[in-house]
């Protein structure tokens, strides 16, 4: 067998592990804010094909993210050619998970219950998810968890809105049509994310609302800005 297809089946073997599998049903809910489907999923509408066996992520970009642990394109790559991988499939998914865990040092304190101590090699991973929301996947109490995770964020403005993957505050009746607008638009939220990066860029002004018409992006985005500008 080659050193490959050695680790591929020595990482195989320990996904049998109890605590290993509670931790890794933590990390997908995590990576996919406890969404339906997570294998298939990807950072925009769009969902991967059921059959994972016939998906390669070739021709993803770099920084993408895809599947049940929000793998980027070039870190999935890197792990198939390592591990000698064959399809995106949901076990191929968790061998590729739990080669990174490895890389960060938290596999083997998982593997023998610590998950604490996992949890503190992983926090890069966690994101701004709270103690209390992964002790909740895990199934414990978060004081059980002795971790130091990122602080909780303070509440939201009531009018807050997430646009794309951004949390947005409106300043004024004008920037909230606008950003509600964006919102609703039927887009990728890199492209609502685009929309809001150049909005807030310009001055709270029409003219520089027109800026915005023809700058790249979709004609129909264009069409609901000139109603919003004729509107303001």
Known sequence: MTEASNTREAIRALLDSEDLARYMTMLRKVATRNGSNPYTRTEGKDTLPENLDAVNGEEWPDDAKYGAYALTGSEWRRLRAELGLDGFTRENQDIAAAKLMDERGSLQPVLQGDLGGGLQLDKSVMGRTQPKTIAKYLGMDA????????????????????????????QGNRDRVM???IAAANQPDSIKGRMVDLHNALPQNRDADRRLLGDGLPREFDGQLRELIDRY
């Open 143 to 170: 004081s059980g968890l002795e971790v130091d995770l990122p602080p909780q964020a303070p509440p939201l403005p009531p009018d807050a809105l997430t646009v794309g993957d951004r949390t947005v505050v409106p």
């Open 179 to 181: 950003r509600e607008k």
